[in-house]
């Protein structure tokens, strides 16, 4: 009986080796008796991706057999109701080795939440076929801190000194919440998001036609975290952290989950000090040929809390019908204080006369989110029809006093001006969708719908002044209230297309805009319609299952911001103004990417070459009047970019990964006004590294760095920039805890500066530093009965992104 077994065995795996295709085999056994378990559930995933590629159940020994495996490198998962979930990794089929025999696998029985935690080490960079994933989770060094200091690890995003968010070093990047807009600012709302209620960051640099075209260099979309698992659970996550001030924050997350419907809560609490500060040298050569040397530094604090509160629900009506619904509360109180020193200096820089402004401001925020939808899904898999509703708005409150001195040559305070402002801001956000997905055949997929967006934006800003006297009256060529309405209509389609190896997806997206913007103060208004196409095509070609190239083309847009709009001068720092520009266009810009990816059992190589032309380039214009150092924002002539990124992974040892980084680009610009009609080129550079490892016990560490080099940019160069951090973490009472020590800039090299050049009769520097260096430590702990739920509503997570049949990961 044995022979024959054996002969069967050989003619079996004869036949696969032929086909190229193999056979994961087993047991599934309790791990106190050993006896088998039956009708325990066997899941084959493409350790690549974490793509599910089929699954089975155990018979009643519990053996079980996964048959028709395509060559690759794979993970199986072991599951079944009381028990502790299993994972056997890197698991490789190919004609050498048909077979993968598993023999026996145990589960331990448990129904604890600590017991259904994934013990395989997810990626913590993933790369798929439109987008790259960087998942939370496994980055240490984020825990403890906000929702920045998570984008400041994460390859190709960069957070500059005023927290703008920059991909690829274009600040031109739309940001998403769970894949939507917020009326928020992103990096207001991200600088109060504790990094711990982050599961995930999706950056997607050329989307398809199916998703909004807004921003230069493409989208970050942040996704939060959600129980998919059934049964009653939650989590726990304190920190302490401290820089020069003292900074916390706590989340606790409630989910029960069962066939039916879905219930979740959470609520987030931050408190935290930080301080900010700089110094800017100007130089002004007068009339006279003599130079006004203007010397000037700062110093400020700001106090922040936050108060965050989710709650919602999905009903699964029936097996194909899903509603849903979510509300975000956030409350904010903000306070600050800030003190510059104006010194006007002599040629050998001696002290001439000098004055001091003093602000404090207090500025409360109060945003909510309402999110409700409906999903239907057909007889065929992946067959839906989705709509989608979104509803956001904040209210800001900012409520400042301002007192400038000035003193004389003998240092006597011989004048002071006092000045209050009241600056209102409205922001809503309209958001609605309806996503059509028909599949269909197997290899191709038709998608079409229609998106609505509106943006109404409400500034009203007041501003009173006095002399020594302190009698305020109201500066009447400061005041001013400004309102910006913008409504797109959004149809689209796409079609996609799997032929063997190249897998293709074309779409156009039609967008009609309507913005108006009016001046309440003045009684003045600017209308601007447009009208778009944004065509969109994706390739890409599988040369084996190791190795593909990726080639991309779509026309996007960038809309100027309400700042960037407003005509009213800012007069926060009386020597320096800015002033919006109504009539800013929009740019238009023609995007194209190229791909390489070559995997192997411990080193991926990830190549990128991209190029885009821009048109209408929006760019700040620095100048000085004669008085004032002015900055306003205008349409430059023809922009392009171009550039790479490469992204290395490699694991020398078991529980190691190595990822560096290294991302370099080259824009050249030709406008009359700033190159004279010539085209100017300016490069720049970023690159990181991230190293972590798992030993047993449950102890984990990571190191991170990273370098920017000096780049020349219009009107001047950005100083080099470089920093790093560490972590180290352990896990508790059965992997249901842990503490984690974390450690931002440890050398305190964080700063900013920027050198002026070719200005004529003008120079400026100005560098700025803020409490970069920073340490917390933090303890989460998970705690609920439950067991795993099937996934009800595609999307359910926030993460967006299109899906050729081409999944890949580092």
Do not use: C
């Amino acid at each position: 009986m044995r022979n024959l077994i054996y002969i069967v065995l050989a003619l079996t795996l004869g036949a696969l080796t032929s086909f190229g295709q193999g056979m994961i085999t087993g047991r599934v056994v309790d791990e106190t008796d050993k006896a088998g378990i039956e009708f325990s559930t066997v899941t084959l995933f493409n350790a690549a991706d974490s793509s599910l590629v089929s699954g089975t159940v155990t018979d009643s020994t519990g053996m079980f057999a996964l048959e028709n495996v395509a060559s690759g490198i794979y993970y199986v998962k072991f599951s079944f109701i009381g028990y502790k979930a299993n994972y056997i990794s890197a698991i490789t089929i190919d004609p050498q080795n048909p077979l993968a025999d598993l023999g026996e696998v145990a589960l331990n029985s448990s129904s604890e939440l600590g017991t259904v935690d994934i013990t395989v080490n997810q990626n913590v960079f993933e790369t798929k076929i439109d987008k790259k994933v960087f998942n939370a989770d496994q980055n240490l060094t984020s825990k403890g801190g906000n929702g920045l200091d998570l984008l400041r690890q994460i390859p190709t995003i960069t957070v500059d000194e005023n927290d703008n968010i920059l991909l690829r070093g274009d600040a031109n990047v739309t940001i998403l919440i769970d894949g939507r807009p917020s009326s928020m600012p992103a990096n207001q709302l991200l600088r109060q998001i504790p990094a711990s209620a982050i599961e995930k960051v999706e950056i997607i640099i050329n989307p398809s036609a199916k998703y909004d075209p807004e921003g230069v260099s493409g989208i970050i979309n942040i996704v939060m975290k959600k129980s998919k698992l059934n049964g009653f659970n939650g989590t726990i996550d304190t920190s302490i952290g401290y820089g020069i001030f003292p900074k916390s924050n706590s989340t606790i997350g409630l989910n029960y989950r069962n066939n039916k419907i879905n219930l979740f809560t959470n609520y987030s609490f931050y408190y935290g000090q930080t301080w900010f500060g700089g110094e800017m040298d100007r130089d002004v050569m007068l009339a006279d040929s003599s130079w006004d040397r203007l010397r000037s530094d700062d110093y400020g604090e700001r106090k922040n809390t936050y108060h965050s509160g989710r709650v919602g629900f999905d009903y699964f009506a029936n097996e194909k019908n899903t509603i849903y619904f979510t509300a975000n509360m956030d409350y904010g109180t903000n306070f600050g204080n800030r003190l510059m020193n104006y010194n006007n200096v002599g040629a050998g820089e001696e002290l001439l006369y000098r004055s001091q402004r003093n602000g404090e401001i207090n500025a409360p925020s109060y945003n909510y989110v309402f999110t409700g939808g409906w999903q239907k899904t057909f007889n065929k898999p992946d067959h839906t029809l989705f709509l989608d509703l979104n509803f956001s708005n904040l209210r800001f409150n900012g409520d400042e006093w301002l007192w400038h001195k000035y003193f004389d040559a003998a240092d006597v305070n011989y004048n002071t001006n006092y000045q209050h402002t009241l600056d209102k801001t409205y922001n809503q956000t309209l958001l609605a969708k309806l996503d059509y997905v028909l599949p269909i055949n197997d290899s191709t997929i038709f998608e079409a719908g229609f998106h609505f967006t509106q943006r109404i934006a409400d500034n009203d800003f007041f501003s009173e002044s006095a002399g020594n006297n302190q009698q305020y009256t109201t500066d009447t060529l400061i005041s001013n209230h400004f309102k910006y309405l913008q409504n797109t209509f959004a149809p689209y389609v796409t079609f996609s297309k799997q032929f063997k190896k190249l897998g293709v997806k074309l779409g156009v997206r039609a967008e009609p805009t309507q913005t108006l913007a009016e001046m309440i103060t003045t009684n003045e208004s600017y209308k601007q319609d447009y009208f778009q196409l944004f065509p969109s095509a994706h390739f890409s070609y599988n040369f084996n299952e190791y190795t593909v190239m990726q080639l991309s083309y779509s026309r996007r847009i960038n809309r100027p911001e309400l700042e960037q709009l407003n005509p009213f001068t800012n007069y926060s720092d009386n020597l320096t103004l800015e002033t919006g520009n109504p009539f800013l266009k929009p740019e238009i810009i023609h995007v194209n990417e190229l791909s390489f990816m070559r995997f192997w059992q411990k080193f991926n190589i990830n190549v990128t070459g991209y190029y885009r032309l821009i048109n209408d380039l929006i760019r700040r214009e620095l100048f000085y009047d004669g008085v004032y150092t002015q900055i306003t924002n205008t349409n430059l002539g023809t922009s392009s970019l171009s550039g790479g990124d490469l992204i290395l992974t490699y694991s020398p040892i078991k529980g190691m990964r190595i990822t560096s980084s290294t991302s370099v680009w080259n824009t050249s610009t030709r406008d009359q006004d700033i190159t004279g009609g010539n085209v100017q080129n300016y490069t720049g550079m970023y690159s990181s590294l991230m190293a972590s490892y798992r030993i047993k016990g449950g102890w984990s560490f990571q190191l991170w760095g990273s370098y920017s080099p000096q780049a020349k940019v219009i009107q001047g160069y950005i100083r080099e920039n470089y920093g790093g951090g560490f972590a180290i973490n352990k896990r508790l009472f059965n992997d249901k805890a842990s503490i984690n020590l974390s450690v931002y800039d440890v050398l305190k090299s964080r700063w900013f500066g920027f050198e002026s050049y070719n200005l004529g009769n003008y120079n400026m520097n100005s560098y700025r530093y803020w409490e970069s260096r920073s340490a917390y430590l933090s303890f989460t702990y998970n705690f609920g009965k439950l067991t795993e739920g099937k996934e009800r509503r595609q999307n359910n997570s926030g993460g967006i992104g299109d899906d050729l049949d081409v999944p890949i990961s580092n």
